[in-house]
């Protein structure tokens, strides 16, 4: 059946002659819904980070795109994703994210789960004093497991279960940053914050695709890594970005650096890449330290970012740390009134989407084909 709303074929034309995506898919919960079952859960997408949960028994429930999940680390240290409800009546297991101890209990009537997702305990289920019962099979009723992966500290999804293996569908990046295959460090608590923004998530991965609106939006950053520093990245149909040939290392007032990572090319004595993976993550990548940005959508128009500072060490200096994280935070809190300027003019009717710049907006473009190839069922 054609799409009525959106002109796929319009959209997926070379960058020179293709418009954006139409309001629609900015504002309309039924456009949203349909992109988080295509975009999202069809796919890998980016739910949290292992360093959400350090620890064997640490838990943190996540909402993802409405769907209750549980990141959980097992005492065998291995890092899972479940569903966070309990196979008796579906009552949410973990509220707030907690250490457990022993036991995942349900707080409904105490059917008890290993951290690794089985069914231990069923108390009074065959009637008072009577922890079984024939018809209660606690091998077949464990927590349902989402298929996961992790990657770059990043634990990736697939809801529906049948995307090609991670490595499989992202092998292309794997390989072009084998460089920074490295052991990665969070750099704690002050590397890592949230922003929450008024935005559609689309509208912070085109955003942070492009680097032509760095003369306006971040004066600081160009300062010295200037537009003419800058070059696209474009992966159809699985990331874009830029890349900057003037990164700087951040230095303390003693002059000291973060260590870089082991064993670099020369080529990142000076260069930096910043991509988007489809759908949802923002990874950058320098020699002395990474960061990580996973967009939760909240609905059609809001979404929270969630950021985190990586470094090669696990012994990196808590004040520069600080002074990096604050600088990010500059950084990306300048690019929040247009992203929330993009979404409030998406609700004009006579916007048609847009055209784009075909020498600067091409990774944007890219995105956008992406979207229009998956939902037309074409990719
Ligand atoms: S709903 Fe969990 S034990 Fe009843
Ligand atoms: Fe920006």
Redesign the pocket.
């Known amino acids: 059946m054609p799409d009525t709303i959106t002109d796929f074929a319009a959209i997926r034309r070379p960058v020179a002659e293709a418009r954006g995506l139409p309001n629609p898919h900015y504002t309309d919960p039924a456009r949203h819904a349909r992109e988080r079952d295509r975009l999202f859960f069809d796919t890998w997408a980016g739910l949290a980070v292992a360093a959400d949960v350090p620890e064997p028994g640490d838990a943190r429930p996540v909402d993802y795109l409405g769907v209750p999940l549980l990141l959980i680390r097992g005492r065998d240290g291995a890092v899972r994703v479940f569903q966070n409800i309990?196979r008796?009546?579906?009552?949410i297991l973990v509220a707030e994210p907690r250490r457990i101890e022993g036991a995942i209990r349900?707080p409904?009537?105490?059917?008890c789960y290993g951290t690794d997702g089985r069914l231990v305990a069923t108390p009074h289920v065959g009637g008072p004093g009577m922890n079984t019962h024939e018809a209660i099979d606690k091998a077949t009723l464990g927590l349902i497991e989402a298929r996961s992966h992790v990657w770059r500290d990043v634990v990736w999804v697939n809801l529906s279960g049948d995307a090609p293996p991670f490595e499989e569908v992202h092998a292309n990046l794997i390989a072009r940053w084998t460089d920074f295959d490295r052991a990665l460090h969070h750099g704690g608590a002050e590397s890592r914050f949230t922003l929450d923004v008024n935005c559609n998530w689309k509208l912070a991965v085109e955003n942070y695709c492009e680097s032509y609106h760095l003369p306006w939006v971040h004066p600081g950053l160009n300062a010295y890594s200037r537009l003419e520093d800058h070059y696209n990245i474009e992966a159809p149909g699985l990331y874009s970005g830029q890349g900057s040939t003037l990164y700087r290392q951040i230095r303390g007032a003693d002059g000291a650096t973060f260590p870089d990572f082991p064993a670099l090319p020369a080529y990142w004595d000076t260069a930096a890449e910043y991509v988007a993976l489809y759908p949802n993550v923002l990874l950058g990548v320098h020699r002395d330290h990474a960061f990580t940005i996973i967009l939760q959508p909240v609905s059609q128009g809001r979404t929270v970012e969630h950021i985190h500072l990586y470094y090669a060490t696990d012994d990196t200096a808590p004040e520069l740390r600080a002074a990096n994280a604050a600088q990010w935070k500059t950084v990306f809190e300048e690019d929040i009134f247009v992203v929330e300027g993009m979404q409030a003019g998406r609700s004009a009717p006579g916007f048609d989407g847009g055209r784009f710049s075909p020498a600067m907006d091409g990774p944007t473009h890219c995105f956008h084909d992406w979207v229009a190839g998956r939902l037309a069922g074409v990719p």
Do not use: A, T
Not at 108 to 111: C, F, G, M, R, V
């Open positions: 309990c008796h009546r579906g009552m349900c409904y009537h105490s059917w």
